[in-house]
């Protein structure tokens, strides 16, 4: 996963690849509400969006529009086949779901979503992610939005908007822990029990 040191100074998607920070190779990191700021970004790594794709998609949602096919599209102000919207989100949430890997509870909302440029066939994107608020949620929660943007490899900005999920605190994952280790406890039998079961038979 990358993570991006912000630069107020610095215009936004240039000056986040300008800040790149080198690549982690623990990929196994998980981002508490605790361990969250504003201001952090995370850059995902790259996806192309290829014809199959618009195929599936159009398959599976039944949404078979002649911007995304054939000789219609041509005639369409963008000349060429594009991408349904919906499946640059899709790709979006994917991409970014581990980058950062958060300790989500709950998608709770999508806002300001913004469709800004079309996405072709063969388009290689990623997702620039940064926390732009944190807000306690309960005692063991916090509600952090984050502001996603789906990026071509040419730098254009495809789409943009802000995802808001809970996302729990350390406390609660101990809490949760100690739960489990109780209840796992809880179901080992006693001393008296195995001894009681597992002595041989003797003669009389």
Not at 85 to 106: C, D, F, Q
Not at 160 to 178: D, E, H, K, M, P
Request: aromatic content about 6%.
């Amino acid at each position: 996963m990358n993570m991006i040191v912000n630069n107020e100074n610095s215009t936004p998607i240039e000056a986040l690849a300008e800040t790149l920070s080198p690549k982690t190779t623990d990929e196994t990191v998980v981002y508490y509400c605790e361990d969250l700021h504003v201001g952090q970004v995370w850059e995902s790594p790259s996806r192309t969006i290829t014809s199959e794709d618009v195929e599936q998609f159009s398959a599976l949602t039944g949404d078979f529009d002649p911007l995304h096919k054939g000789e219609l599209a041509k005639a369409s102000p963008f000349g060429r086949p594009v991408a349904h919207g919906l499946l640059g989100l899709s790709v979006l949430a994917g991409l970014s779901t581990e980058h950062p890997r958060a300790a989500t509870l709950a998608l709770v909302g999508i806002s300001d979503w913004q469709f800004e440029n079309p996405i072709f066939f063969g388009e290689v994107v990623h997702v620039v992610t940064k926390v732009t608020a944190i807000q306690p949620h309960g005692r063991r929660a916090g509600r952090v939005t984050w502001l996603r943007t789906l990026v071509s490899d040419d730098g254009r900005t495809l789409q943009q908007g802000c995802f808001v999920t809970l996302v729990a605190s350390q406390s609660r994952n101990r809490a949760a822990a100690n739960l489990a280790g109780s209840k796992q406890y809880s179901k080992q039998p006693s001393s008296k029990q195995t001894s009681s079961t597992s002595a041989p038979n003797r003669p009389r």
